[in-house]
């Protein structure tokens, strides 16, 4: 599986890049606070992505193509929004002095 694909399957279902290593990438998911390293291949055996997938407890879909739960896609479209709508009180209120 590609590396991109892992990693845009995991940003959908809630995980974040905690931190860049040497050779790996850490991501965290903040609702379990897992941890798990994620290679820097562009290409990352199926085998590793459903390991990687289920010590972060995300669900992976069968075939390799991994989807969004549509709960993480609305949770992630509510974060958006309420960080666009907490840097539009920023900007106001500094403007606003």
Known sequence: MKRNN???HLRLNGSYL???GASHSL???PQTGH????PRHPEI??????KICEALSIKKSDNTTLHPTPKA?????FAIF????CLC???ISFWCR
Not at 45 to 50: E, Q, S, T
Not at 73 to 77: E, I, N, T
Not at 82 to 85: Q, V
């Open 6 to 8: 892992l990693l845009k």
């Open 18 to 20: 905690k931190r860049e």
């Open 27 to 29: 991501w965290c998911n």
């Open 35 to 38: 941890s798990e390293a994620v």
């Open 45 to 50: 055996p199926n085998r590793l992505a459903k």
């Open 73 to 77: 896609s609305a949770f992630l479209a």
């Open 82 to 85: 309420s960080i666009k709508l």
């Open 89 to 91: 009180e920023v900007i």
